[in-house]
């Protein structure tokens, strides 16, 4: 895959800095999302991450057989686009924590599945693993990985099977030490989410 990438950036510019990856919504872009470092705990470097499929007005991070639903070979395609890139800013040794939003959960989820040893933190945030998408869901496969997931109980836009499916795996047998977070609202990041979030964050990087 040739597609440019486009970055967007707040915080630390020390290129040895924990750095924190967001990852957007389908058809939305790094300078929506870069806006949530803002409220994150001061000390790492943020960089918001535009996805290479065109969509709409915005990007997407693979195609859908349906909503929460990766095309197997294109996830594969974009997660091995991003990896090259991540490899490029962040060597062996610097802490990579991955924040997706939305269709920026599914493609966190798929990366930390890959290569769980790859990240010191995921953070799933109103979406789904991955399921099905040719990456391992097997249990035990997060042991060590610190993971956050929040959903809203109003959901309306990812099918309530895959949260439930994902809220299950996460929580019962990804092995993965998780904080997580259920609120009455919808498809959207509400403050009590973000105050987690930012905790969450500030462990992370303390740990590291």
Do not use: C
């Not at 950036?9 to 924190?20: N, Q």
């Not at 535009?50 to 859908?64: D, K």
């Not at 890139?85 to 599914?106: N, T």
């Amino acid at each position: 895959m040739s597609t440019p990438l486009h970055t967007a950036s707040h915080g630390s510019t020390d290129p040895d800095a924990p750095l924190v990856v967001l990852l957007h919504g389908r058809g939305s872009h790094e300078h929506e999302i870069i806006e949530l470092a803002k409220h994150l705990p001061e000390g790492p470097a943020y960089v918001a991450v535009r996805a290479p499929i065109t969509e709409g007005g915005g990007y997407a991070w693979f195609a859908n057989r349906g909503i929460g639903r990766p095309v197997a070979s294109s996830l594969a395609e974009t997660m091995g686009w991003f990896r090259e890139w991540l490899d490029s800013v962040a060597p062996e040794g610097r802490p990579v924590v991955l924040v997706g939003f939305s269709g920026g959960a599914a493609f966190a989820g798929g990366l930390a599945l890959q290569e769980p040893g790859r990240f010191a933190g995921v953070a799933i945030l109103y979406g789904t693993l991955p399921f099905d998408a040719g990456v391992p869901v097997e249990a035990d496969r997060l042991v060590g990985l610190p993971v956050m997931v929040a959903h809203g109980e109003a959901d309306q836009v990812i099918p309530r099977e895959l949260l439930e499916r994902t809220w299950g795996y996460l929580l019962e047998e990804s092995g993965a030490p998780t904080v997580a977070h259920r609120d009455p609202g919808g498809h959207g990041i509400t403050p009590a989410a973000l105050r987690e979030l930012a905790s969450w964050v500030a462990a992370r990087v303390h740990h590291v």
